[in-house]
C-alpha cells in the first residue's frame, strides 16, 4: 500500500513538472533590448544593430537603444540594475569593462560582479600614426625609427587622443611604460576632432582606431608605422604590430561584446551565446564588421570572462601609470 501511495506521488509531481513546463513562456517571449551606451552610428552602435538583424530569426525582435553618456557608465549601469531575466542586454567595451573601473573614482557597476559575459563581438586594433609631412620631417620611416627618436628626444614629441581613458590615450601611456620613452598627451573632446588636430600639424602622433584611420591611410594622408594588436590587421597586412617592431607584449585594441546581468539563468546564457556566436560566423556580418577594420571574435561565455579579468588587471596598470583621472 505505501508504495503505491509513493508510486502515485511520484507520478503526480513528474506530471505537475510537464503542466508547469508546458505553461512557462518559452524563451524569449517578448523582445529583448539591447543597450549601446554610446550614441548612434558608431562602430558599437553598427555593431549591434547588425547582430540585432542576424538573430531575429531566431530570438524575434531585438531593440536597440542608446543610452549615451558618462564615458558608457550611465548605460552599462542601467543593465546592471535590470532584471536578470535575458531581456536586457548591453554592448560592454574595453572601455566600460575594463578602464573605467581605475579611471573613475566611484563607478555604480562592477564589471565583473554585476555581469555575466554573453560572447564578445570583435576587436578593432588602433594603428600608429604620424602625417607623412612630419615623419619625413623628423626622419621616421618605421616604428624603430620612431621608437629611436623617442629616445634621443624625450619628452619632445605629443601625441593626441579622444580623451583621458580612451584607448588612443591607454596604448600612448602603454607605449611610454614599456618602451621607456616619454611624450606629452595632449587630450582632444572624442577621436574625430584628435585625428584633425593630427591632420593639422597640432599634434605629432597618436594611436587612432584602425576604422577612422583607414580611409586617410588610403587616402595618403596618415602615415602607418604599426598596429597595436598581437596580430596584424586583415586590412592593413603589411603594416607590421608594435610587438614585431620592438616591443613584445604590446597589445591594445578596441574590444566590445554582449553583457547580460549577473544571476541571468544558464540556460539562457547559453542560448544567447550560441544564437550570436552563430551570428558571427555569418558571411553577413563578418562583411559588417571588415568595413570597420574589425575581426569577429566569438566565444564562449567562459572565455569572455578570462579576458575581462585579464584586461582590468593590464589597464589597472597602465591606468596608474598614467595618473589620469576623470572625477
Known amino acids: 500500500m505505501y508504495r503505491a501511495v509513493r508510486v502515485l506521488a511520484m507520478a503526480l509531481a513528474f506530471a505537475a513538472c510537464a503542466i508547469a513546463a508546458a505553461q512557462a513562456p518559452t524563451y524569449p517571449a517578448k523582445p529583448i533590448r539591447l543597450v549601446v551606451p554610446y550614441p548612434a552610428g558608431g562602430p558599437l552602435d553598427t555593431a549591434a544593430r547588425g547582430l ?5 530569426a531566431t530570438l524575434g525582435v531585438v531593440v536597440v537603444e542608446n543610452r549615451p553618456g558618462a564615458g558608457g557608465n550611465l548605460g552599462v549601469d542601467q543593465v546592471a540594475k535590470s532584471p536578470a531575466d535575458g531581456y536586457s542586454l548591453v554592448i560592454g567595451a574595453v572601455a566600460t569593462h575594463a578602464v573605467n573601473p581605475w579611471l573613475f573614482r566611484k563607478l555604480p557597476y562592477d564589471p565583473a560582479r554585476d555581469f555575466v559575459p554573453i560572447t564578445l563581438i570583435a576587436h578593432v586594433p588602433n594603428v600608429l600614426v604620424m602625417t607623412p609631412e612630419r615623419a ?3 626622419g621616421i620611416g618605421s616604428t624603430h625609427d620612431f621608437l629611436e627618436y623617442l629616445r634621443r628626444h624625450p619628452g619632445q614629441l605629443n601625441y593626441a587622443s579622444g580623451g583621458n581613458g580612451s584607448a588612443g590615450h591607454m596604448a600612448g ?12 598627451h595632449i587630450p582632444y573632446a572624442g577621436a574625430g576632432p584628435a585625428q584633425l588636430g593630427l591632420l593639422a600639424g597640432q599634434t605629432d602622433f597618436m594611436f587612432d582606431n584602425l576604422a577612422s584611420a583607414l580611409p586617410q591611410i588610403r587616402a595618403g594622408k596618415l602615415k602607418a608605422l604599426a598596429v597595436t594588436t598581437r596580430q596584424r590587421a586583415a586590412s592593413l597586412p603589411e603594416v607590421p604590430t608594435m610587438a614585431e617592431s620592438g616591443l613584445p607584449g604590446f597589445d591594445v585594441s578596441t574590444w566590445f561584446g554582449v553583457f547580460a546581468p549577473a544571476g541571468t539563468p544558464p540556460a539562457i546564457v547559453t542560448r544567447l551565446n550560441e544564437t550570436m556566436t552563430a551570428a558571427l560566423r555569418t558571411p553577413e556580418m563578418r562583411e559588417r564588421l571588415a568595413r570597420m577594420g574589425a575581426d569577429p571574435a566569438p566565444m564562449s561565455s567562459a572565455q569572455f570572462a578570462d579576458l575581462v579579468r585579464a584586461e582590468l588587471a593590464k589597464y589597472e596598470k597602465v591606468v596608474r601609470f598614467s595618473g589620469a583621472r576623470v572625477d
Open 52 to 56: 540585432a538583424e542576424q538573430v531575429k
Open 136 to 138: 619625413v620631417q623628423l
Open 173 to 184: 601611456e602603454l607605449l611610454k611604460s614599456q618602451g621607456s620613452v616619454s611624450a606629452v
